[in-house]
């Protein structure tokens, strides 16, 4: 499975942006699908996950209210909607995904299996 995330871009303070992932290759094996980033110098975090059916969602504390995933299976794609961003929302961004299911949508990166490449989002201040 390959996943490739794109959307990234410089954007103003309280601006938007949308985030895509399309994945490819063996996507039957594809269960959960994430989104984590890294800021400089930071470790990766979590950001919000979805389930393969679309309806279990989870999101970070620090994203609620103003970031939204979804995904649509037939086109193999994940999105983040990113809404009201901030300083402290730039960093690159990460699509991942499960090769099975979870209870709950995982907020571990290591629990996931599949990665992108990564796509930078700048907020400027």
Same mark, same amino acid.
Request: glycine share 12%; with cysteine; aromatic share 12%.
């Given at each position: 499975?390959?996943?490739?995330?794109?959307?990234?871009?410089?954007? +103003? %303070?309280? @601006?938007?942006? $949308?985030?895509?992932? *399309?994945?490819?290759? /063996? !996507?039957?094996?594809?269960?959960?699908? #994430?989104?984590?980033? +890294? %800021?400089? @110098?930071?470790? $990766?975090?979590?950001? *919000?996950?979805?389930? /393969? !059916?679309?309806?279990?969602?989870?999101? #970070?504390?620090?994203?609620?209210?103003?970031?939204?995933?979804?995904?649509?299976?037939?086109?193999?794609?994940?999105?983040?909607?990113?809404?009201?961003?901030?300083?402290?929302?730039?960093?690159?961004?990460?699509?991942?995904?499960?090769?099975?299911?979870?209870?709950?949508?995982?907020?571990?990166?290591?629990?996931?299996?599949?990665?992108?490449?990564?796509?930078?989002?700048?907020?400027?201040?």
């Amino acid at each position: 499975v390959q996943l490739q995330a794109s959307g990234g871009g410089l954007v +103003q %303070a309280g @601006g938007s942006l $949308r985030l895509s992932c *399309a994945a490819s290759g /063996r !996507t039957v094996n594809v269960y959960d699908m #994430a989104w984590f980033r +890294q %800021a400089p @110098g930071k470790d $990766r975090e979590f950001v *919000a996950g979805i389930d /393969r !059916t679309g309806v279990r969602k989870n999101y #970070a504390d620090s994203v609620k209210g103003r970031f939204t995933i979804s995904r649509v299976n037939t086109e193999n794609a994940v999105y983040l909607q990113m809404n009201t961003l901030t300083a402290e929302d730039t960093g690159v961004y990460f699509c991942a995904a499960t090769f099975r299911p979870y209870g709950q949508i995982s907020t571990t990166k290591t629990n996931y299996n599949y990665w992108g490449q990564g796509t930078e989002v700048t907020v400027s201040s």
